[in-house]
């Protein structure tokens, strides 16, 4: 494996320089293509544009732009300076880029687009070591004049790449040169994650804590020469950002699109990629949609849906526990499953075959004709869209990880994915589950989940108190997350140490399984389960306003006034009995976890103010955001 990111690109450029390593829509709607040859060219003429510009080894440019072809071709050109990127996307705030800009001492920053130059103006006398803006998209005479009114020197991305191929003509070799002195150890990213905590933290990482994990990936989410991936999540992010590293070392191509359900689907129509790297909640979308979808139908499709999604649940649970693909903790339990499942399994193949041939390849066709499979990172997927995709033959598997880790912990293999877990660890790291005391715990034991390997970080930028308090001196990074083991060493997750709830009466409870599940429901789109030293569980519902307008008018109330049908009493009990129902006894819910009191919400949750870039709840904007709701959920 080559010891640094642009090497790699250099490697697989020599490799297959025709094969597409790009797909950018254009003006017209066409995808525009990037050979892997051009690809490269394009980073040696860039990287030679930014030293002429002064960028040297070691120094920190700032990125803010989302998922584009740009972005890599920024990104890998930086890196073959041996400097280092600073990421964020176009979503963050302007206290969010002044910071992340000044703390990494950035004297250099490539921006996307207008907006994202007027954050930068507003916050100007906080950054007086950035000099030098480069644009990706245009920028207007007025914010032009304004940046050099700012003492900004302002460049274009076709600026840089010409001035960096004119340098190239008259020094050949030089920028191969330059390439080649990196080394593995130099530092490739400074990604600044809040997550949902709040407390800015810089992730140093370096090239080998993501090349490590190009040993073993390869062989989890086969991806072949000229295939092709549909790429959607903000790459400034690790996980989006190891996903396209996994597809550039199998000289595959990057699709872009974008995480909106219309286009997304069309894309997969057009582009037939193999493999789609996303967020939980862009799984769910999709779920909803079919079931909305099937809804809208009704008569005779709904009812054959619905019959056969609830023989392939069943097939499937019974194949899971015959082929050993569910978690086992006890000597006994795969025999277990053998006898229980060899039966209805087998009785239910022909049903399960004429509901694939009848239904399920329908569901399979909105994908495209090559698709793989998907893969699920950023966060909990929750179980019941888990076992509908599986279910219905389309591969989703699960992958754990943090920024600290650049990102991959693990991740389910294709080829042989056991159900609930997150898979074993990747070769070039080792996993652990202790307990408070610090001693590793047994197998089928919650505990912290602890990680050491050469995937974890080098530390938290100009941190150290910071990086000391997760990462021990012998290496080990205590992720914050609640894990047990199975036998043969998978990995489940059980939420996160700081979210447990501890109620009055001393209970601990993790709200990661209740709102899972309680998101389950139709007529719910997000859940926060609260209480913290309460006496009781309270929960902030957000609604799903399409099934509830739908359910409402079946049920002939009025829905002009969405804020008057969400206070109708009606409404109030259909949400208590869909709660009621889902965190029961017969759920394995104990009674004091049920939900005694709930708020609904009318407005969904937004990336930037309740949510992270990961589409993860930030819990801690919470309190201030919907104060008065949580307010009367313990009154």
């Not at 040169?177 to 809040?194: Q, R």
């Not at 996903?243 to 359900?261: D, F, L, R």
């Not at 219905?392 to 609930?420: C, D, H, K, M, W």
Request: with cysteine; hydrophobic share 40%.
């Amino acid at each position: 494996m080559e010891i640094t990111l642009p090497k790699l690109l250099r490697r697989v450029a020599a490799e297959h320089p025709a094969t597409v390593a790009q797909y950018t829509r254009n003006a017209q709607g066409e995808f525009d293509e990037v050979s892997f040859a051009d690809f490269y060219r394009i980073v040696l003429d860039y990287a030679a544009g930014l030293k002429v510009l002064g960028t040297s080894r070691g120094d920190h440019v700032g990125l803010i732009a989302d998922n584009r072809k740009e972005w890599f071709h920024t990104s890998m050109a930086i890196m073959a300076l041996g400097a280092a990127d600073v990421p964020r996307g176009c979503d963050a705030t302007v206290r969010e880029i002044s910071y992340i800009l000044s703390f990494s001492e950035c004297r250099t920053v490539v921006l996307e687009n207008g907006a994202q130059v007027q954050k930068i103006l507003e916050t100007r006398a906080e950054m007086p070591l950035l000099k030098s803006i480069i644009m990706i998209d245009a920028l207007s005479g007025d914010l032009l004049s304004a940046c050099r009114d700012a003492h900004f020197t302002v460049y274009t991305y076709e600026n840089v790449i010409s001035l960096g191929s004119e340098f190239r003509g008259k020094n050949p070799g030089a920028m191969e040169a330059e390439l080649e002195k990196g080394v593995a150890d130099e530092i490739a990213t400074v990604i600044f994650t809040s997550g949902t905590t709040g407390e800015p933290k810089g992730v140093m990482l370096s090239h080998d804590n993501f090349l490590c994990q190009l040993e073993e990936l390869p062989s989890r989410i086969p991806l072949n020469p000229g295939e092709r991936a549909l790429c959607v999540l903000p790459v400034w992010h690790s996980f989006e950002r190891m996903c396209e590293y996994v597809i550039i070392n199998a000289a595959g191509g990057i699709i872009y699109s974008k995480p909106i359900g219309s286009i997304l689907l069309a894309d997969f129509v057009k582009m037939n990629p193999a493999l789609m790297p996303s967020v939980p909640r862009i799984w769910e979308s999709v779920y909803d949609g079919i079931y909305r979808a099937m809804r809208k139908k009704g008569g005779i499709s709904l009812a054959l849906f619905s019959f056969f999604v609830s023989v392939a649940l069943v097939h499937a649970r019974c194949e899971r526990a015959v082929k050993g693909l569910r978690p086992i903790f006890r000597p006994r339990q795969r025999l277990t499953g053998i006898l229980w499942g060899s039966l209805p399994w087998l009785a239910l193949s022909p049903l399960r075959a004429l509901g694939n041939l009848l239904v399920f390849t329908k569901i399979q066709a909105k994908l495209g004709k090559n698709f793989v499979g998907g893969v699920s990172g950023g966060g909990a997927l929750p179980p019941n869209i888990d076992e509908f995709f599986w279910a219905v033959g389309i591969n989703v598997v699960e992958g754990y990880g943090l920024t600290e880790t650049a990102p991959v912990v693990s991740v389910r293999p294709f080829s042989r994915p056991v159900f609930g877990t997150i898979g074993t660890p990747i070769s070039c790291c080792e996993v652990k589950i202790v307990d408070d005391r610090g001693k590793e715990v047994a197998c089928g034991v919650k505990g912290t989940v602890m990680i050491r390997g050469r995937n974890v970080m080098k530390g938290y930028y100009n941190k150290g108190e910071l990086t000391a308090r997760v990462l021990s001196s012998d290496g080990w990074l205590d992720t914050g997350d609640l894990g047990l083991k199975t036998r043969a060493g998978e990995i489940i997750l059980r939420g996160r140490k700081k979210d447990t709830i501890v109620l009055r009466g001393g209970e601990n409870i993790e709200p990661t399984p209740l709102e899972m599940k309680i998101n389950e429901s139709r007529y719910i789109s997000q859940s926060v389960v609260m209480g913290q030293d309460q006496r009781y569980l309270g929960a902030l519902i957000v609604v799903n306003r399409d099934e509830l307008v739908g359910w409402a008018e079946e049920n002939a109330l009025e829905t002009g006034d969405f804020t008057a049908l969400l206070a109708h009493p009606q409404v109030k009990r259909l949400y208590e009995t869909e709660i009621a129902d889902l965190i029961s006894a017969k759920n394995g819910f104990k009674l004091f976890e049920r939900i005694n009191r709930f708020a609904l919400l009318e407005k969904p949750f937004e990336q930037g103010i309740e949510l992270s870039a990961k589409q993860e709840i930030m819990r801690y904007r919470l309190n201030d955001l919907y104060r008065k709701d949580i307010k009367q959920l313990f009154e």
